[in-house]
DNA sequence: ATAGCTGGCATCCTTTAGGTAACTGGCATC
DNA sequence: GATGCCAGTTACCTAAAGGATGCCAGCTAT
């Protein structure tokens, strides 16, 4: 029988990682939702506009989504009207390196793009 | 006139990188990829191993994609049969701490999970 | 000779992400 | 009393991503 390759293994255990990072934070929007509401960004009318080109059907599914996955929290005030207020979770932040670094490697990808 | 806000534009210039790093990277494979190829795997076939669940048709459509954002490199050597050979280039090393943050925090998530 | 490997391509189909537009109910404003 | 803001929801639709299957041509190992 073949040697387990231990290499192989330790590769697709990797990929198995980044496949569940993915599916948290995959689509085009996710990222951005959570730039916006983390910098303070809390009423739902107000992320519509930080985000541009997002439609309120899109965005109130993705915050639904980002809900489930513990990284915003929804509160409702019982105001009058009700006052809803959308802010990254503690959780959240563990996320912060991770976008920092598209950030910066998207500004470095753009600028390299117009130097061409 | 209403000032400009700084803040706000800062953000919108930010989200705005992350976008385009999105428009490189996004979807399910793109990252895998890479991890795969980077590690040394080169052959058609062999990244397909070692992406699980890709097929043919999406694996070449990524590599294209990739391959014209300057990420991996395919070389054709003039053998019979014709070999083909997928290497990530230079730049692509400047993914390699955003795709390891990823990885890192997929793990770690994952973990968080199985605790709940 | 025949089975299997290589690097794909072609065709067809399903699924999902995302977009458009209209609408709600309660309040404030003009 | 009409308009507009808020925080969404609903129904419908398109485009893109992804999946299944079959195939080719040239080589190799059995």
Redesign the pocket.
Known sequence: MPAIQPDQAAVAQQIRHLQDTLYVVN???KLPILVAVHQGTS????IQRSVP??????L?AELKALEQNKLVV?RVYDT??P??EYTTSPYCATLQTLIQEMIAWGKNHHDRLREE
């Open positions: 689509g085009k929007w009423r739902f009318r107000d080109g997002i439609t309120t059907k899109v109130s929804r009058s009207p006052t809803v």
